[in-house]
């Protein structure tokens, strides 16, 4: 399956490869990339259990490939146990904001090796501690690089911080492609995809993407009736089925005297 879709996606560059080739002198020689999703938009439904959406690319001189997607922000909470006596207790929380939802590195080699320079993998946001670069914690902790490392954790935990470094398939040192596996659990909104063309250490040609994840318009108003207004929902749920069981006795009621007849 994973092969037919590299097929397609590598028919569908074509053009996109030619122009390339057939670029003027001047600008051929600067490298360059050209990149594709499979779907630039998720719908989140009550039957939603995680998507997949492939990105293919092309490009016109052999390198290695990073992809970074990122989320809008997501407030989170993390609560701290502490020993109160001869319990494990919640002794402190700390509400953490600027977080991104999800933010993943995959890439067709170790970041650390592609990009050795620490200072140019933090220039472009390519490290996984890069995530948490302006987070913003409440109450301040007293050790917050240690807060920080559990967070990273935690999220790593979920599947939601990811750095993967053969994720990303080269295939005839022109064409590339990845599969980005999206949870259940996805923060709403326009994720970005960059991707970046690297060779010898250094980032040389960029691209970039979106993806626009929403909710489908009536379960959207559905859940939000039933969360911020349970009573509500009970109440007119409970009157609609009473509705329909009185309309029910009566159709069959009027079956029923009609054949006696």
């Given at each position: 399956m994973k092969m037919m879709k590299f097929s397609?996606?590598?028919?569908?560059?074509?053009?996109?490869?030619?122009?390339?080739?057939?670029?003027?002198?001047a600008s051929s020689s600067a490298p360059r990339l050209v990149t594709e999703l499979t779907r630039d938009h998720v719908d989140i439904s009550?039957?939603?259990?995680?998507?997949?959406?492939?990105?293919?690319?092309?490009?016109?001189?052999?390198?290695?490939?990073?992809?970074?997607?990122?989320?809008?922000?997501?407030?989170?909470?993390?609560?701290?146990?502490?020993?109160?006596?001869?319990?494990?207790?919640?002794?402190?929380k700390y509400d953490v904001a600027n977080t991104p939802g999800l933010y993943y590195l995959l890439s067709s080699a170790p970041l650390d090796q592609l990009l050795p320079s620490a200072a140019v993998r933090t220039r472009y946001g390519l490290a996984i501690t890069?995530?948490?670069?302006?987070?913003?914690?409440?109450?301040?902790?007293?050790?917050?690089?240690?807060?920080?490392?559990?967070?990273?954790?935690?999220?790593?935990a979920k599947h939601e911080y990811i750095?993967?470094?053969?994720?990303?398939?080269?295939?005839?040192k022109r064409l590339y492609y990845a599969t980005i596996r999206l949870p259940a659990q996805l923060p709403l909104g326009v994720y970005g995809v960059d991707i970046y063309l690297v060779r010898n250490g250094q980032v040389i040609a960029t691209d970039h993407r979106s993806i626009n994840v929403a909710e489908v318009h009536v379960e959207h108003w559905i859940s939000n009736i039933t969360s911020n207004?349970?009573?509500?929902?009970?109440?007119?749920?409970?009157?609609?089925?009473?509705?329909?069981?009185?309309?029910?006795?009566?159709?069959?009621?009027?079956?029923?005297?009609?054949k006696k007849a």
């Amino acid at each position: 399956m994973k092969m037919m879709k590299f097929s397609l996606a590598a028919l569908c560059l074509l053009p996109a490869l030619a122009l390339a080739a057939n670029a003027p002198a001047a600008s051929s020689s600067a490298p360059r990339l050209v990149t594709e999703l499979t779907r630039d938009h998720v719908d989140i439904s009550t039957r939603y259990k995680g998507d997949e959406i492939t990105l293919f690319g092309a490009m016109t001189s052999p390198a290695q490939v990073v992809v970074k997607i990122t989320s809008p922000i997501q407030p989170v909470s993390i609560k701290q146990k502490g020993r109160v006596g001869p319990f494990w207790l919640n002794v402190a929380k700390y509400d953490v904001a600027n977080t991104p939802g999800l933010y993943y590195l995959l890439s067709s080699a170790p970041l650390d090796q592609l990009l050795p320079s620490a200072a140019v993998r933090t220039r472009y946001g390519l490290a996984i501690t890069d995530a948490l670069a302006h987070v913003q914690i409440s109450p301040k902790p007293e050790d917050a690089d240690k807060l920080r490392q559990t967070l990273l954790s935690l999220k790593a935990a979920k599947h939601e911080y990811i750095s993967d470094g053969s994720a990303v398939k080269i295939s005839g040192k022109r064409l590339y492609y990845a599969t980005i596996r999206l949870p259940a659990q996805l923060p709403l909104g326009v994720y970005g995809v960059d991707i970046y063309l690297v060779r010898n250490g250094q980032v040389i040609a960029t691209d970039h993407r979106s993806i626009n994840v929403a909710e489908v318009h009536v379960e959207h108003w559905i859940s939000n009736i039933t969360s911020n207004f349970s009573w509500i929902f009970g109440v007119s749920f409970t009157f609609a089925m009473m509705m329909l069981g009185l309309f029910l006795g009566v159709v069959l009621g009027r079956g029923r005297n009609s054949k006696k007849a």
